[in-house]
């Protein structure tokens, strides 16, 4: 079989001693290897720190039968109903049944609490792997039917020296101060650094461009914008994201959230400002154009400030 050509893909960790960061979650995970059983979990954590590379560690350890749900994709209660009920209550003649349910976060209210009532009805044969950005997208029963486990990141050194030995075995020649630049950009994120790695790889030599040096620096340049807004701040904050060259836009509000006290004048504009991120990133869920959300949130905090 051919092997992956995608650096995420063929680097993803197999075992888990290849697992990056989370000693003690390792052990945690570990126990289970040992004991072939686990127990319904909730892995939750941002984007890329390896929530589903655990799920699949765990499920190439045990002897089981397992099913794969990306739930963005397949969001509904006709999915719990078909696909997790189905599979839940066939035979099988492994002693027992792991599915993973990846971006739980994005199932209905509805699919979750539907979920809810499989997971005790099959507990004595099928165990659940949900994964999730946000725990509090999902509700309170289910996360008191499963082990929460926070997956946080590994630091940058271990992130920077992970990334280094795939550039190695790949014969990729690299500037450190490139590669310093790359995590610094989309740290924890390692699965956008990697693919970033990839992308600007020219004739074995990591290439940085233009585009990730400006795009590194485009929060500072926004805060600026609002530390001194005048009638141009929002023709400024649109060109700025468009030069940025985003294509998440997650942690924009983030960003505006942790630097109130800087471009706000009393607690009366962040109370305000707070309410409105609130509802933009809600509304970011569906919304197919991301940046035009942004810029509607960014248009509101300069009225408030203004």
């Not at 063929?10 to 989370?22: A, D, I």
């Not at 290897?33 to 499920?59: S, V």
């Not at 960003?255 to 706000?264: A, K």
């Not at 707070?274 to 509607?296: C, G, Q, S």
Request: glycine letters at 2%.
């Amino acid at each position: 079989m051919k092997e992956n050509s995608l650096f995420v893909e063929k680097y993803r960790s197999k075992v888990l001693s290849e697992y990056v960061g989370n000693k003690q979650l390792k052990q945690i995970v570990l126990q289970y290897i040992k004991n072939k059983d686990i127990q319904n979990l909730l892995l939750y954590g941002t984007p890329g720190t390896g929530k589903t590379t655990l799920a699949k560690i765990i499920i190439n350890h045990i002897d089981c039968d397992s099913l794969y749900i990306n739930a963005s994709d397949e969001r509904g209660i006709d999915t719990i109903r078909d696909k997790v009920q189905g599979f839940a209550s066939s035979a099988s003649f492994k002693p027992l049944k792991i599915i993973i349910l990846d971006e739980a976060d994005f199932l209905t209210i509805q699919a979750q609490a539907s979920l809810r009532n499989i997971i005790e009805t099959y507990s004595r044969t099928t165990r659940f792997i949900l994964t999730c950005n946000y725990l509090e997208r999902i509700i309170d029963p289910l996360q008191s039917r499963c082990q929460v486990l926070k997956i946080t990141p590994p630091s940058k050194k271990e992130v920077a020296q992970h990334i280094s030995d795939i550039l190695y075995k790949e014969y990729i020649n690299y500037e450190v101060s490139d590669l310093v630049l790359v995590v610094n950009k989309h740290y924890p994120d390692i699965r956008k650094i990697l693919n970033t790695c990839q992308v600007n790889n020219v004739d074995g030599k990591l290439v940085i461009d233009d585009l990730i040096l400006t795009s590194s620096n485009y929060t500072d340049t926004i805060l600026k914008e609002l530390k001194s807004v005048n009638k141009n701040s929002f023709k400024n904050i649109r060109q700025i994201l468009a030069d940025s060259n985003l294509d998440d836009f997650e942690e924009i509000y983030r960003f505006l959230y942790d630097n109130l006290d800087e471009y706000t004048k009393d607690d009366v504009q962040q109370a305000m400002i707070i309410i409105e991120i609130e509802n933009y990133m809600y509304h970011a869920n569906f919304r197919v154009d991301k940046e035009i959300n942004v810029m509607a949130l960014i248009s509101k905090i300069l009225q408030t400030i203004q």
